[in-house]
């Protein structure tokens, strides 16, 4: 039996539906397909996929869905049926009922190593609406250039991980080239996972529109695509008047357009459309094994460090995430920058005027404060800085945390706090 993918029936599912949503649960529960079930079980519409994925595997590839790897491999019937059944889209609609997936572009390489996540996505959403809408609709569906990633892969971890002692106690690599979701699935050794409900696509196409299901995928889709309609008419709008004051005030380095950019996704983190990244302990729940993790590293940090003075470190894990309200606060890093599209400038080296610039240009906006290791934002780093009180405030309990200060992603960014 397939160790990855379940073919149920509705009423399998349906409490589990239910917990991680409970009005999707009930939209769904009416759902024509459904009640006409009883009795013709050999119906294609009749079935659903549940589906589990280990934390980082890939559920979508640059637009291509990907059943998980399970231990039958391409033997496996079940993963057979389930390919059959969302052949016709690049991504199927699904539902998360269990933990989070991030949907981001796959930008990460040797040469040019960042994340650019684009949202994170929790249990009780549904993912592949845009993709669905354009099957209901029979609108040709391009292949879509995002992946979707179980749990976050847009992660860091502030720690020196370059310390030749630390790679050969676990057994890595760090050269600065590998993305930080590596490390910390090798670590934390967790069988934290992903389950997804996937809809075949014979269920989708027997859908009407007087199904509540229809409605509720045009109003989702709708939604998630907010940030994809308002950048298109932010170009238009405000991007020229924008664009009048970074030319008087440019960062010589960064030039005009990566500079418009960088104010504009700054915005687009405080209205929460795009995500920033923040502590996952203040994440409403982790988008991956980072508890695990932060317990398994700091006993290895012990292990290798505990005589070496100054160099007890707490391994801190930022995770993607989106300002939702007065109280949440994310972090930018323009050293590590998470722009979707455009890549930095090669030659820049004054990160600390940066926040200088930025400030300059978005002045009337009093939820971005700035940090740099250097000069007028260097307070952030102080005792009393917001730095410290939001990394090292012991979150779970445990030990007050010490900041690692000379990580890359703090050398200069911004902290933004919801309106
Ligand atoms: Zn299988």
Redesign the pocket.
């Known amino acids: 039996m397939?160790n990855?993918?379940k073919q149920v029936s509705w009423h399998h599912v349906r409490d589990e539906v239910a917990r991680a949503d409970a009005s999707l649960g009930s939209i769904l529960n009416d759902l024509h397909a459904f009640k006409s079930q009883a009795g013709k079980s050999s119906d294609p519409a009749a079935f659903l996929y549940r589906v589990q994925y280990e934390y980082g595997s890939l559920i979508v590839n640059k637009g291509r869905f990907l059943s998980p790897a399970?231990d039958?491999k391409e033997e496996?019937v079940?993963?057979k049926n389930l390919k059959a059944a969302t052949l016709n889209s690049p991504i199927p609609l699904a539902v998360i009922l269990e933990n989070s997936v991030e949907v981001f572009l796959d930008s990460w390489s040797k040469e040019d190593p960042r994340h650019t996540p684009l949202r994170l996505i929790p249990a009780g959403e549904m993912f592949g609406t845009f993709e669905t809408l354009d099957l209901l609709l029979g609108i040709p569906s391009p292949q879509p250039p995002w992946s979707v990633s179980a749990g976050a892969r847009s992660v860091w971890v502030l720690l020196p991980l370059g310390n030749g002692r630390l790679e050969a106690e676990i057994g890595w690599e760090e050269d600065g080239e590998k993305p930080h979701w590596e490390i910390v699935k090798k670590v934390a050794k967790s069988n934290w996972k992903v389950s997804i409900l996937v809809f075949p696509e014979p269920l989708i196409r027997s859908m009407t529109p007087e199904d509540r299901l229809y409605r509720l995928i045009l109003e989702t889709g709708w939604k998630q695509s907010s940030a994809l309609r308002h950048s298109a008419l932010n170009q238009a709008n405000f991007d020229s008047d924008l664009l009048k004051k970074i030319q008087s005030k440019c960062h010589p380095q960064l030039g005009p357009v990566y500079q418009l950019a960088t104010v504009r996704h700054l915005l687009e983190i405080a209205s929460g459309s795009m995500p920033g990244f923040q502590p996952f302990w203040k994440a409403a729940k982790p988008a991956g094994p980072f508890d695990e993790f932060e317990k398994a590293m700091t006993a290895i940090w012990k292990r290798c460090f505990q005589r070496k003075p100054g160099f007890d470190y707490s391994p801190i894990v930022l995770q993607p995430g989106h300002l939702s309200s007065t109280e949440d606060s994310v972090y930018y890093s323009f050293r590590c920058p998470s722009l979707v599209g455009l890549k930095m400038p090669e030659d820049v080296r004054h990160f600390n005027m940066i926040p200088w610039y930025a400030k300059r240009n978005l002045a009337d906006h009093p939820e971005i404060n700035y940090f740099a290791r250097e000069g007028e934002f260097s307070g952030a780093f102080n005792d009393e800085g917001f730095l410290v009180s939001d990394l090292c405030s012991s979150g779970n309990g445990d030990n007050p945390r010490k900041l690692y200060m000379d990580s890359p992603f703090l050398v200069a960014g911004a902290r933004i706090v919801g309106k």
């Open positions: 397939c990855r993918v399970c039958l496996c079940t993963c």
